[in-house]
């Protein structure tokens, strides 16, 4: 082992994270950012994965187990495989503890060593989750190399990288504390080094106000990883273009929680500046929108070797159903957007980090009907159906407007697809 990966080692066993009890599992459950089985099948698998048949899942630095326990809980009526990783036995030992506390043990496949590893174990997965783990790698490159090695045909990624510009404070304050704490290898001090210095701050420094937004500096673990960590680079949304191409793999969508941090009509409301950004490909779109928020510190992503991977709303046996959003629950958002009435707008306030944006819904009537008759087991087909017949619509009308609704709503990304052919969600799915 590298001198680096074992400095990383060093702080993951001394403290592993994200922060976690087992005993927590009793109270709640908690959801991976990119681990909810319908986004997975509707962006990776165009709606058609049943999940009860040998599906094959790698969780690469797994930490304490937040996506391993969740993608267990959702997969445990299956014959899924469920591979975790971690070069920390210490965080390995809290993953395991979760998912027995909740009875999923036998579920998940508990390993420890380097990601960098996994090419020579001769398997492969149909999905494979690394959050946080890549930009702590010292070279984040072969780390994705290795985990695309481990990927079947068809194949999907969900993974996070910090984001440049939300962590645009964190790096002078990393630089500081690796003067302040110069010489010096003992955690406890390097944490409470860390500490004095956070508190000796002038009112309004940058980082005392990422401090005060991060979620988990009050733990020891939490502060190690948001200021000391030995290993942390963060890209730009064209850096993250880079890396992805690098690999042979395209982004497919970012998360739904940040999504509009990434929106160009979101972030722009001037008519010629919305246009002139609009006419851009989407990748500098994407970029535009991330230096006009200037917050994005995770790119939540998901990602694929192949092209349309994503369910189409145009196929007529592909059912819809509501999911959530950014900070919207969505049968509270289902419910007010049957609520609209035609071509009469609404805005819907979207809470993204610390940006508060506003996204405005404006349907027709056929849009407005359609929405009504969305129930989660009715196909597209069958809906468009009945708009056009009870509208007095011609088909090709009701279908445009089938598609205008669901693409007006990929801006509050709340409608899901399924084909018609695998199940509804599993029990305990979202
Ligand atoms: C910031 S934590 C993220 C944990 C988890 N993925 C999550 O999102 O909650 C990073 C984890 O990656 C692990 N890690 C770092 N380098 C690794 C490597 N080369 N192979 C496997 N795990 C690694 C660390 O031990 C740590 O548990």
């Excluded at 704490?181 to 106000?209: I, K, Q």
């Excluded at 190690?224 to 969508?253: I, K």
């Excluded at 509270?332 to 940006?355: H, I, N, T």
């Excluded at 468009?384 to 090709?396: D, N, T, W």
């Amino acid at each position: 082992m590298n001198e680096k990966l074992a400095s990383v080692k060093r702080q993951y066993e001394k403290f592993p994270y994200p922060p976690r009890d087992p005993a927590d599992e009793d109270r709640r459950l908690l959801a991976g950012m990119v681990d909810a089985l319908p986004q997975i099948n509707h962006y990776g698998f165009r709606g058609r994965r049943d999940f009860r048949k040998g599906f094959r899942v790698l969780v690469a630095g797994g930490g304490t187990g937040d996506s391993s326990t969740y993608l267990a809980h959702q997969l445990r009526d299956t014959d899924a495989r469920i591979v975790y990783l971690d070069v920390s036995e210490a965080a390995r030992d809290i993953a395991r503890a979760r998912a027995a506390r909740r009875g999923l043990e036998a579920r998940v496949d508990f390993r420890v060593g380097s990601l960098l590893d996994v090419p020579a174990w001769g398997e492969s997965f149909d999905f494979v989750n690394c959050t946080g783990v890549l930009h702590h790698l010292p070279d984040p490159a072969a780390g994705l190399r290795a985990l695309c090695a481990v990927l079947a045909p068809g194949g999907f990624l969900g993974l996070m990288v910090y984001g440049a510009r939300g962590r645009a404070a964190i790096y002078p304050m990393q630089a500081l504390l690796r003067l302040v704490n110069a010489g010096v290898s003992d955690e406890e001090t390097r944490v409470r080094r860390t500490r004095a210095v956070l508190d000796g701050l002038r009112e309004g420094h940058s980082t005392r106000l990422v401090a005060a937004r991060a979620i988990d500096v009050d733990s020891d673990a939490g502060l190690y990883d948001l200021f000391l960590h030995s290993v942390d680079r963060a890209y730009t949304v064209p850096e993250l273009y880079g890396f992805l191409g690098d690999a042979g793999l395209r982004l497919v969508a970012f998360v739904p929680d940040t999504r509009p941090l990434y929106d160009a009509r979101l972030a722009f409301c001037d008519p010629e500046i919305l246009e002139a950004v609009l006419a851009l490909p989407r990748p500098e779109q994407e970029a535009a929108a991330e230096l006009a928020f200037d917050c994005a510190g995770r790119h939540s992503f998901w990602a694929s070797r192949d092209a349309d991977t994503q369910a189409d709303p145009r196929d007529p046996e592909n059912v819809p159903f509501f999911a959530g959003t950014a900070g919207q629950d969505p049968a509270a958002l289902a419910c007010a957007l049957r609520a609209l009435e035609p071509d009469r707008p609404r805005s819907f306030a979207l809470g993204v980090q610390e940006a508060r944006l506003v996204a405005e819904v404006r349907l027709d009537a056929a849009g407005c009907r359609f929405l009504a008759l969305v129930d989660g087991s009715r196909t597209m087909g069958e809906i468009v159906g009945r708009v056009s017949s009870e509208l007095g619509l011609e088909p090709a009308p009701a279908w445009a407007a089938a598609i205008r609704t669901f693409e007006t709503l990929s801006l509050v990304d709340v409608l899901l697809l399924r084909h018609a052919s695998v199940p509804a969600l599993l029990p305990g799915t979202p």
